[in-house]
């Protein structure tokens, strides 16, 4: 029996990774493909592929009766912890923190700004070739409400900042202060909402936050809000979202959605006033080194037998 590293990328492209023949690691490369490297008895850390169906995924995991970590490269654990069942105690799952911070704070940026300075139209005018003037809202001035205040809620304030706007309003499962200032808990949000300009959804999906975003919290959006998702598209309740954005009372910009890929002539596709990217918000050149860095980190405390960071759970 060999102590098998799973990882969706080449060893050899990894700077920093253990030596085979001091930690008696063996690396084997595994994306998703249809034949597994190694007998999946053998792995005791398996790096999930990034991007992948989660039934490919999760395939290898009841065969991996020797699995001690599993590492996804995602900052959501959702696709993987359904799956857990099937492991044996004292497995531990450990996320993507630090890895799609600075990627989704962009895309979240970008596509509030291209939301409220009417950047979709000026893409059809310019195909049409019409010119679109006129008066658009700014996000200087703003009021802006980040529900799942983590590290990546984080990132997206400090890129707000600079934008000069009005306030940045901070909830996360419970109340807590930072170096910025408070952060409610979840059970304050009703009360919050109706003074957001733009509401900015960046929280795991868990049961608790799966359909947050239903028909009572849109409705107690203020009138002409935006609503960001860059979390999972179950948070959002797609059916809720289409009623209010057919009235013309508040606006939406997705990069996920409810169901995902979006199908083809699914209504969300032409809703009024809202805005859709597939999926991209970790998607960039970043994601590569800052991957890499993660993994070199945590197999290398992995063989050393040290604490890993970033564990979301252990399995019981």
Known sequence: MTSDVWLPLPADEIDGLPSPLESGLHYRFWDGGPDFPADPADCVFYTVPYLKATEIVVRPLPAMTSLRVVQTLSAGTDHVQQALGTLHSGVRLCNAKGVHEASTAELTLALILASLRGIPGFVHGQRAEEWRSGFYPALADKSVLIIGYGSIGAAIEDRLVPFEVARVVRVAR??????????????????????????????????????????????????GALLVNVARGPVVDTGALLAEVETGRITAALDVTDPEPLPSGHPLWHAPGVLISPHV????????????????????????????????????
């Open 174 to 223: 419970s109340a807590r202060t930072t170096a910025r200032g408070e952060v409610h808990p979840l059970t304050d949000m009703p009360s919050l909402l109706p003074d957001a300009d733009i509401v900015i959804l960046s929280t795991p999906l868990t049961e608790r936050t799966r359909g947050l975003a239903g028909a009572e919290f849109l409705a107690g959006m203020k009138d």
């Open 281 to 316: 918000g970790g998607s960039t050149s970043a994601f590569a080194p800052r991957a890499e860095r993660l993994l070199a980190r945590q197999i290398t405390r992995f063989a050393a037998g040290r604490p890993l960071d970033n564990v979301v759970l252990t399995t019981e």
